[in-house]
Antibody, heavy 120, light 108 residues
Framework: QVQLVQSGSELKKPGASVKVSCKAS????????MNWVRQAPGHGLELMGW????????TYAQGFTGRFVFSLDTSVNTAYLQISSLKAEDTAVYYC?????????????WGQGTLVTVSS | EIVLTQSPGTLSLSPGERATLSCRAS???????LAWYQQKPGQALRLLIY???SRATGIPDRFSGSGSGTDFTLTISRLEPEDFAVYYC?????????FGGGTKVEIK
């Protein structure tokens, strides 16, 4: 079965960096883009962008350029989100999500979310 | 990009009542690739419905999705205590993915 398993919660100081992983299984990893979604405390869902898992080309949504980097390691079917120069306002749950065609219909699959807390 | 507008913002109902949540898109959602999610405080998203009307694995049949084009509905036929939560719609037929702002279903 399709699974996206994310790395665990992180507590970081302002100015530090964090790398969140999302390991996929149960489907052909390089056939479907991997999306990253942010949910800040008390807020809704915000698309950060996605990465083409075939070419490695990332696309960043407005507001997520500069300090945010999407990457892949296709040898272990894993996508990564790296955030540098962390700020308090980066405190959020970060989700990876892919939309995989199963029995002729594209089906959403999400990771369990990774809480990143930025605090001094 | 497709803008999704959910209504109402808050729905106050009693257990046993029927809940009807609306999600309206600014343009037609391709292939009815519209999903509904439930979220409780401190918990991850739970996929309820995908493809506008297909229930995800393990979702009770009191949850149903309908609609096509620009108008979609999530119906909870009889609210159970565990159904009081925030519900989001999402379209994944066109890039970029977009989300509605959510409907909170609260106990009256």
């Amino acid at each position: 079965q399709v699974q996206l398993v994310q790395s665990g919660s992180e507590l970081k100081k302002p100015g530090a960096s964090v790398k969140v992983s999302c390991k996929a299984s149960g489907y052909t990893f390089t056939s479907y883009a991997m999306n990253w979604v942010r949910q800040a405390p008390g807020h809704g869902l915000e698309l950060m962008g996605w990465i083409n898992t075939n070419t490695g080309h990332p696309t960043y949504a407005q507001g997520f350029t500069g300090r945010f980097v999407f990457s892949l390691d296709t040898s272990v079917n894993t996508a990564y989100l790296q955030i540098s120069s962390l700020k308090a306002e980066d405190t959020a749950v970060y989700y990876c999500a892919s939309f995989v065609e199963m029995a002729t219909i594209r089906t959403p699959y999400w990771g369990q979310g990774t809480l990143v807390t930025v605090s001094s | 990009e497709i803008v999704l507008t959910q209504s109402p913002g808050t729905l106050s109902l009693s257990p046993g009542e029927r809940a009807t949540l609306s999600c309206r898109a600014s343009q037609s959602v391709s292939s009815s690739y519209l999903a509904w999610y439930q979220q409780k405080p401190g918990q991850a998203l739970r996929l309820l419905i995908y493809g506008a009307s297909s229930r995800a694995t393990g979702i009770p049949d009191r949850f149903s999705g309908s609609g096509s084009g620009t108008d979609f509905t999530l119906t909870i036929s009889r609210l159970e205590p565990e159904d009081f939560a925030v519900y989001y719609c999402q379209q994944y037929g066109s890039s970029p993915l977009t989300f509605g702002g959510g409907t909170k279903v609260e106990i009256k």
